[in-house]
């Protein structure tokens, strides 16, 4: 859900939460204005009767019959009433109903009490609720005012009785029915229906001109994830200036500074980069001559010693300054390799190629020093499987795996084995070269692909190029600009298992 939904869904919850609210309050307010103007009418009425009749109760020991005849005059006045003459213990004596009560029906007292005190006292309450004898599922406006006799009986305390009325609402007559509905159906539903139209269109409006600035912000975002920063900063820097000073303007001037700088950053980090690969690349280029040369002179004179007794000592220094010139100049050439491979420019040259066949060929280059260390060398993959077909810069997937079986065999002892296999996993294909050799240790795995890490001593190197890390760094490099990706799998004393993985065509 988008947040102008959102903020639609809210708007309207709230409008509507709110006409509830409101039609809930206006149906009680109205409630309690009738309750207390019929409250007030039938205290106003008590106080005339009982100031007309205050001994209602002497008449109905007389004439019982006479005495509801009396109340039901009264009533001429207050058709919407009834009117009970209660006794002390709130027995009804006599009444104007015409329902049928139980002999000896008694009404509750305090309820009674209730209002004859609030008849006297208004700020107990606005109305009093108590019983209708002739409807008791359901409470109603009532009024009451004590009654007391002529002659006290000795010892009596409190009222004698109570003249006790109950405000009852007659049903509407069927004519006013039909005008309500009408008034409702009408006039009443075309009010409702042009405030919500008009509540409509001003949310509408409203959520509008909020989520109007958000989603510019967020096709701004947008934008920088599809262009990144340079294109994101040129078109920031193309478009209107931001007005206004609210948070969401500041917020997206605070994004258009992010971006400005971040690109600035971009821009010097991408400078020193190139700066660093032109750098390693023209070392290198300018380290391969003085390189070459002396491992020219150095094999020269180890040739010109060959046989000679007298300088068997210095063939033996000879000797180690040629290895190390050797180390030197793979190190110098895996730098400019890897100064060449970053380069963004760079593009693969690809052909769909049998990843087995090219794996066969890579085993019988490595076949006979495998057999002068005596190791085994495993052929690359099973006829019988399907054809493991991807494509490949020959080149330099050639030189990823003669760079993983260089490194397999340095670490494997005579009476070892060496696996290369190739196969298709799904939309995979996978590149195995194992060994069982000394491994790998644990503190070692993580930092593999670090370039110029130093792997531990009794551990394979992390890769096979001057012992410096460089070798697996070609490695992962060649697979990423395949598509792919390496993992190493390794633990001392169980060999190690370097897998390259590349899409498959």
């Not at 000795?154 to 007559?173: D, E, H, I, R």
């Not at 700088?261 to 290198?284: I, K």
């Not at 066969?360 to 099973?382: K, N, S, T, W």
């Not at 996993?425 to 130093?454: N, S, T």
Request: glycine fraction near 8%; hydrophobic fraction near 45%; aromatic fraction near 4%.
């Amino acid at each position: 859900m988008t947040l102008r939904q959102r903020l639609a869904l809210t708007v309207f919850l709230t409008g509507l939460a709110t006409a509830v609210g409101v039609i809930v309050t206006v149906v009680l307010a109205f409630q309690r204005f009738d309750h207390e103007r019929s409250w007030e009418r039938a205290n106003d009425f008590l106080g005339r009767a009982v100031a007309l009749h205050d001994d209602l109760l002497e008449q109905h020991a007389r004439d019982p019959e006479g005495t509801v005849a009396l109340l039901r005059n009264l009533l001429l006045f207050e058709p919407d009433t009834q009117l009970y003459l209660l006794a002390g213990d709130g027995t009804v004596l006599a009444r104007t109903g015409q329902a049928e009560l139980a002999p000896g029906f008694k009404v509750k007292l305090a309820p009674v009490r209730e209002a004859v005190a609030v008849a006297s006292d208004r700020r107990r309450a606005a109305y009093v609720m108590g019983d209708d004898p002739e409807h008791m599922s359901s409470d109603t406006v009532v009024a009451a005012r004590a009654l007391t006799r002529a002659t006290i009986a000795p010892g009596a305390g409190g009222a004698a009785g109570y003249l006790y009325l109950v405000c009852q609402k007659p049903p509407l007559p069927p004519g006013q029915l039909e005008l309500f509905r009408s008034s409702l159906a009408g006039p009443a539903l075309g009010a409702i229906v042009a405030v919500v139209l008009a509540a409509s269109l001003l949310a509408a409006w409203i959520i509008g001109a909020v989520t109007r600035p958000l989603r510019v912000l967020s096709d701004e975002v947008a934008r920088a994830g599809r262009d990144g920063f340079e294109g994101a900063a040129k078109a920031a820097a193309e478009a209107a200036p931001i007005r206004g000073d609210d948070e969401i303007a500041r917020l997206r001037r605070g994004f258009r500074g992010l971006l400005e700088r971040l690109h600035a950053q971009w821009d010097r980090l991408r400078r020193l980069d190139h700066f660093r690969r032109e750098g390693v690349s023209n070392l290198s280029h300018d380290l391969r001559s003085p390189l070459t040369a002396t491992t020219a002179c150095l094999e020269t004179l180890d040739a010109r010693w060959a046989g000679d007794a007298a300088h068997t000592a210095d063939r033996e220094l000879l000797q180690v300054a040629l290895r190390n010139t050797h180390n030197a100049a793979r190190l110098v050439r895996s730098l400019g390799d890897l100064a060449f491979l970053d380069e963004p420019a760079y593009r693969l040259q690809t052909a769909q190629l049998d990843v087995g066949e090219v794996l066969d060929d890579i085993a019988l280059r490595f076949a006979e020093r495998a057999a002068q260390q005596g190791v085994a060398l495993d052929g690359p993959h099973d006829p019988a499987a399907p054809v493991p077909v991807a494509a490949l810069d020959v080149e330099l997937f050639e030189r990823a795996v003669a760079n993983l079986l260089d490194n397999a065999l340095k670490h494997t002892p005579p009476g070892g084995h060496v696996t290369l296999q190739a196969a298709r996993e799904g939309a995979e294909v996978v590149v195995r070269v194992a060994d069982d050799g000394a491994g790998i240790a644990a503190a070692d795995l993580p930092h593999l692909f670090d370039r110029f890490y130093q792997a531990r001593a009794s551990a394979a190197p992390a890769g096979g190029e001057g012992g410096r890390g460089l070798g697996l760094a070609i490695v992962q490099r060649i697979a990423e600009l395949h598509g792919g990706r390496v993992a190493v799998r390794s633990a001392p004393g169980q060999g190690t298992e370097v897998t390259i993985r590349l899409p498959a065509a």
